[in-house]
């Protein structure tokens, strides 16, 4: 699925040495959940949001053939052209045949996860077209020649200072850490790369099926501009991510800027619904939207289906006290946090990613977050059962038929996630009593025959046993 | 060819739901309401003070003010914003208010975004004014949100490439949250819908350097809204 040079266990280490990381996650993670909770707090009633939310990305799974025909019906008839990607190889060639089509040489993005999973940058670079990632923190991390470590905020492992000298370098002149002056240079930076850009790739935060729209969610306006000013329009869509009509596309974007990052709603909702029309004289005059399964149709039908349900808010990794610890390049896939522990080994095989259902402290507290409420300890759990059932441990098999993850021992991570717990029970709580079933700790107690955690730091319980596989 | 591929994609999908091809499936009537008690029982003017209220937290002003005060209104934004170019769209709303009279009174660099001008100059223009304007045609108390459907001489640019942006509304337009928008655009799908539709919700901004806030980054960075009374 990804390139990932290192091993896991090393990657972890990695992660555990590095000094900015050990301040930007806490910070970062502190400050999106807390924006989470406020506006479920708003909210009031944001039990039931969460269980209509599941219900209607459920149920367009169900039908997921039935919707997908609909929509690429209608982006047909308004006159929009549509590509099935069966692979990421495929994905692939679609997209550098429009572009040698087009006799491209260079492409703007807005931010898409689907774009990493099939490397569309590499595949672009290598016949000589400039890509520009536009997302300021896709900017950054593309400069310092990286990947997204975070859904919501993909830079969140680069300090001012950082980027104080990726972006001089760029200018040619020194710029102050001033975020303002920082901003004000990639705005201008980036506008001149818009203007000439021939193609523009966005991703599909949802596309809707009843009028052929791709709808992107974003705070910027680089998705905007991505999908007004080049002549032509390429959206890259994972095929799960649909809804049936309007109506419902009010509930899923309104979960997931509340999730995401605690807005009633992001800056810009922009509905795309056809290329330019006859009266406009603005807008790409070409729209392609690719439809990616790339391992998706595997999950359909077995007990990870509600894993499709996901809508990328990030709550998840925001709860998460591995991710606290780890972030997300550890990880090693496209995808990290609790729903890329699920999902990378759905995508990319156990072989590759034995460890991954041990990224967790199976405290549930990812579970709890999830705007349409995927169970996503549970299916971390029946991710361990089916590695034990075909023979594959990571760590030593008494750990894994415990149900232990390398964090469910160590006593910071499990502090950490009582503090999450706690912090986040707010909410849920109406008139001064907690109506919830089980708590956010259920997850943890659930799981059985979990010890108690040991007095000693995940730190140090990583050095004697994490690393108990050896290579 | 590409039929084929579509047809292998999608039975696969059926195949592994296992179950037969399904065509033409309607959602079912969602009985939950869960967003009713954000809005229910308040009176339209307590929906307009909530729009208000929710731009002003993101830092955007919203002037109410009868037709009649629309010139001195605009006169503050173009001092406020320091304001020497704009471009506004070609709108019969905004020609009602007499727009661009009031921009040549205080001698502004206007145009119009016109679909029979030479297109590349008009982007290049529209790149470089101090100002877009455009009139809106709902808003969402909830969040503060305008909703502008594109097209025509309703360019999509005039809202996007300058730094700065003026949205005109009418109080009349101003639904209680996203719900009742989504449902004016599902009414409209038969008619067919615009090539693009904004819903635009105060400045663009970006947490993405140390998750330090900043406005402005590729959309407009400053917003203003003036909000006309219903006579
Ligand atoms: S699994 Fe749930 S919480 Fe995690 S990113 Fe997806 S929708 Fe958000």
Known sequence: ????????????????????????????????????????????????????????????????????????????????????????????????????????????????????????????????????????????????????????????????????????????????????????????????????????????????????????????????????????????????????????????????????????????????????????????????????????????????????????????????????????????????????????????????WLELPYASSLCGACSEACPVKIPLHDLLIEHRKDEVEMGLTPFSEKMAFKGFGFATSHPSVYETAVKLAHSGMGFLAKDGVISKGPGMLGGWTDVRDLPQPAKQSFREWWKKEGKGRNQ | MDLKKQEDFLNNIASKLGRPRRSGVEPPKWESKPYLHLYEGKSHEELIEDFITNLGQLNTKVDRISRDQFAASLGNVIQDFEVRSTVYWDDEALDSLCLSDVLEKNQIDAFRWDPNENEEEMKQRTAHVDLGIVFADLGLAETGTVVLFNGGGRGRLVSLLPPKFLCILSEKDIVPRLTQAVQKVHERVSEGLPACINFITGPSRTGDIEMDLAFGVHGPGKVHVILLKDE
């Open chain 1, 1 to 352: 699925m990804s390139a990932h040079p290192l091993i896991f266990n090393e990657r972890v280490d990695k992660a555990l040495a590095d000094p900015i990381l050990k301040k930007a996650l806490p910070l970062t993670q502190d400050r999106l959940r807390g924006g989470r909770i406020n506006a479920a707090e708003q909210l009031g009633n944001v039990e039931e949001w969460r269980e209509l939310a599941s219900q209607i990305r459920s149920h367009t799974i169900a039908n997921l053939d039935s919707y997908l025909e609909e929509l690429v019906t209608n982006v047909r008839k308004n006159g929009g052209h549509v590509h099935f990607a069966a692979t990421s190889d495929d994905a692939v060639e679609i997209i550098t045949g429009i572009a040698k089509e087009k006799n491209a040489k260079s492409v703007v993005k807005s931010k898409s996860m689907v774009s990493e999973e099939v490397h569309i940058n590499k595949h672009l670079e290598d016949m000589g077209i400039k890509v520009v990632e536009s997302d300021l923190g896709e900017y950054i991390i593309q400069l310092a020649n990286e990947t997204p470590s975070h859904l919501i905020a993909p830079a969140i492992h680069k300090t001012r200072e950082q980027v104080r000298e990726m972006f001089s370098k760029v200018a040619g002149r020194q710029l102050s850490d001033e975020t303002t002056e920082l901003t004000a240079f990639a705005r201008e930076k980036l506008r001149q790369e818009f203007l000439q850009a021939d193609i523009g790739i966005s991703g599909c935060n949802f596309a809707v099926a009843e009028s052929g729209s791709v709808v992107l969610v974003s705070n910027e306006g680089n998705a905007r501009l991505t999908t007004t000013v080049p002549k032509v329009h390429i959206a890259m869509m994972g095929m799960e991510r649909i809804v049936p009509t309007w109506n419902e596309l009010d509930m899923v974007v309104s979960m997931l800027t509340r999730s995401a990052t605690g807005q009633k709603i992001s800056v810009y909702v922009t509905g795309i619904n056809s290329p330019r029309q006859s009266e406009d004289s603005d807008g790409p005059e070409e729209f392609h939207l690719v439809i990616l399964d790339n391992g998706r149709s595997n999950i359909l039908g077995t007990a990870y289906q509600e894993a499709l349900n996901c809508i990328r808010c990030g709550a998840c990794l925001n709860v998460c006290p591995v991710y606290r610890h780890i972030g997300g390049h550890a990880y090693g896939g496209v995808y990290s946090g609790p729903i890329g522990a699920v999902l990378t080994p759905l995508l990319g095989g156990y072989e590759e």
